[in-house]
């Protein structure tokens, strides 16, 4: 960021002496800024463009760059240094192993020529369902290079889940794995693969990887190994136009058919530019990790770290098998320089014991990456007392809707237990009341007033873009409404309090989830937990908490004394739930979010197929608990 900010000086003659004045003119002269993004990153083009943007008052028909075309393939082997791996990877089944530019080069090249001898062109659908493996990474860059469109679910989704992803988009060509491995476990997905097929008319091939070994079938689709043992061949790059569609990702469809979210191949290729270089220093020759599946979409952003030369480590499996250190053992083996995962992950390394004081190399891993839910101040705790009392703690929100972060790091500015440090260049982030007003250090609703160049172009096959609208610019026309709920401090960091549509509401007085969640999940006998608040026919609101305790452990009447203790002393009596009751698992989505809503829902009598996507999620079985509750302690 430093060097970008001496770029500007110099071909720009503009000067800033702290990120908040370079923040305040990279929303306020948001054309120069994507402008000076697009030249600082020697972005390759063909054509002109006119103007930066093309301004609408519908921020979702903003376009960008019009009359260039760009490739995002063409700029991941751009200039590459051969010195280290393109990735390095390893699974709960595979040894260590490292993938050359040289060999990722020469496999994409066989992959997209095998996709156009399959009659794939400019714009079709290339479908996967692979695990976080290299063939993954090979496959959607190859896709890429031929100007097609990717999508992806990983191997752990369900077939109904996946049919309702993959079914609105039409793909021609299915790639898919033979099986995978999870905690020690082998899932076959042979016949998963054989009904998908046969299920999408579309498709015309399905080309299997066969990652798990001594699958026995009969089914005969196209090989990856036969592919790649062919001639080696040239790798040519189709440039599209800059609005032109890269990949779809998904809502969670945890409560309807999932969003098929649609982003542009220069809006992605100049954010992640951005978001990776400037926000995470991830510097050319350095090692970037963010554990996740193929079905998230920090697996597409970690593959970005391509773009800026740096390694892309990548893991495979559970992470606490065949132990708790999993992960940790990988960053040290991999060299990670830099280390991204769930903050849930964070907690449940905290509740281990886990202490890295005395372990050189991951005290002085540069950065630590954090997202899919709020990294309570217990976890930045952890981190200072167990890790590293200087460590860059990143934590970063967005989300599918723009592959990226609204908020996230800043090299610049210190860390702030349990607070992000900064929104992000070019991103018009403010907190509204309830009445549509700026505030300031005042619980409010997340609102984006500019547009990014990777929001998304359009959801596949939404006509007029109905659910697009309805999805972000309801409650506050023009502007993006994301649904977190959030304080902007008056330092400039921000915290965020949870998801807006799962608010508690005390007395009038809102809370956010997360609060209330880093309070009881510190609590030495709680695993997990979730709380929503349930509206009653006579207009008073209930407020029950569920949780999860670990092994060996219930549920009496000193531990909820325990609990309700721990949450009036760190936060307020008006966060103590009104009752709390024992699960034996909390809900979640396969992406790892809490399901609030769904829950609220069926606690307020709607049939649970009604509430939520039972193949989107984790741990379906998890519901059936809350279809038969009754509100009795």
């Not at 720009?12 to 990153?41: A, G, M, P, T």
């Not at 320089?337 to 050189?360: P, Q, R, V």
């Amino acid at each position: 960021m430093n060097a970008y900010k001496v770029w500007l000086s110099k071909n720009q003659n503009i000067d800033f002496d702290n990120y908040q004045q370079l923040w305040n003119w990279s929303i306020k002269h948001q054309n120069e800024f994507w402008e000076s993004i697009l030249n600082y990153f020697q972005v390759d083009y063909s054509g002109e463009y006119n103007a930066v943007n093309t301004a609408t008052k519908n921020m979702y028909e903003t376009r960008w760059f019009e009359g260039i075309e760009v490739s995002y393939a063409e700029h991941i082997f751009k200039n590459i240094s051969k010195e280290k791996a393109a990735i390095v990877f390893k699974s709960e089944h595979q040894r260590f192993e490292k993938i050359t530019w040289d060999s990722l080069h020469s496999q994409t090249a066989k992959i997209a020529n095998y996709l156009k001898s399959c009659g794939v062109k400019k714009g079709d659908r290339v479908c996967s369902m692979l695990p976080n493996s290299p063939e993954a990474i090979i496959a959607f860059l190859a896709t890429n290079s031929i100007g097609a469109v990717w999508t992806s679910c990983s191997p752990d989704f369900g077939i109904k889940s996946i049919l309702d992803r993959f079914t609105q988009i039409e793909p021609k060509v299915f790639i898919t794995t033979n099986a995978y491995q999870y905690n020690g476990k082998i899932f076959s997905k042979i016949d998963e693969v054989k009904e998908i097929a046969s299920a999408i008319p579309s498709i015309t091939n399905v080309l299997m990887v066969d990652y798990i070994e001594g699958i026995e079938t009969d089914y005969q689709p196209d090989s990856w190994k036969k592919v790649l043992s062919g001639e080696d061949i040239d790798l040519y790059f189709e440039r599209v136009d800059f609005n032109h569609p890269i990949w779809i990702l998904y809502s969670s469809g945890t409560t309807g058919k999932p969003k098929a979210i649609t982003h542009s191949v220069g809006g992605i290729l100049i954010e992640h530019f951005k978001a990776l270089a400037l926000h995470q220093n991830v510097k050319p020759g350095d090692t970037f990790f963010w554990y996740s599946t193929t079905g998230w979409m920090m697996w597409n952003y970690a593959v970005s770290a391509l773009l800026v030369k740096g390694t892309v480590a990548i893991y495979d499996g559970s992470p606490a098998f065949p132990n708790a250190y999993a992960l940790w053992d990988f960053a040290e083996e991999a060299e990670i320089n830099h280390f991204g995962a769930g903050a849930s992950y964070y907690l449940y390394c905290m509740k281990e014991g886990m202490d890295f004081t005395k372990n050189e190399y991951i005290k002085n891993i540069e950065s630590f990456g954090s997202t899919g839910s709020p990294l309570p101040p217990e976890g930045f705790d952890w981190f200072n007392k167990k890790v590293n009392p200087n460590a860059w703690i990143i934590s970063l929100s967005g989300g599918t809707d723009i592959c990226s972060g609204f908020v996230g790091g800043n090299p610049f500015e210190p860390v702030y237990e349990g607070e992000i440090q900064c929104r992000m260049l070019g991103v018009n982030l403010k907190s509204y009341s309830e009445e549509g007003n700026p505030i300031v250090n005042e619980l409010g609703e997340m609102v984006i007033e500019n547009a990014m160049p990777s929001m998304p172009i359009y959801f596949w096959n939404d006509k007029n873009n109905k659910r697009y609208k309805s999805s972000y610019f309801d409650m506050y026309p023009g502007k993006w409404r994301h649904g977190d709920w959030i304080k902007i401090t008056e330092r400039n960091t921000l915290i965020i309090y949870g998801r807006s549509d799962a608010t508690l509401n005390r007395g009038g007085v809102r809370i956010g989830t997360s609060e209330i969640y880093s309070a009881t999940e510190s609590v030495e006998e709680v695993a997990d937990s979730l709380i929503v608040c349930i509206d009653q026919e006579n207009g008073s609101q209930t407020m029950p908490m569920f949780v999860q305790l670990k092994e060996g452990f219930e549920l009496d009447m000193k531990l909820k004394q325990k609990i309700k203790k721990k949450i009036k002393t760190q936060y307020s009596s008006r966060h103590i739930p009104d009752k709390i009751f024992q699960v034996s698992e909390i809900p979640y989505t396969i992406s790892g979010k809490k399901m609030e809503a769904p829950v609220k829902k069926i606690l307020s009598g709607i049939a649970i197929e009604k509430a939520a996507s039972i193949d989107a999620m984790k741990n379906p079985k998890a519901l059936e608990f809350f279809k038969t509750f009754k509100f009795k302690e």
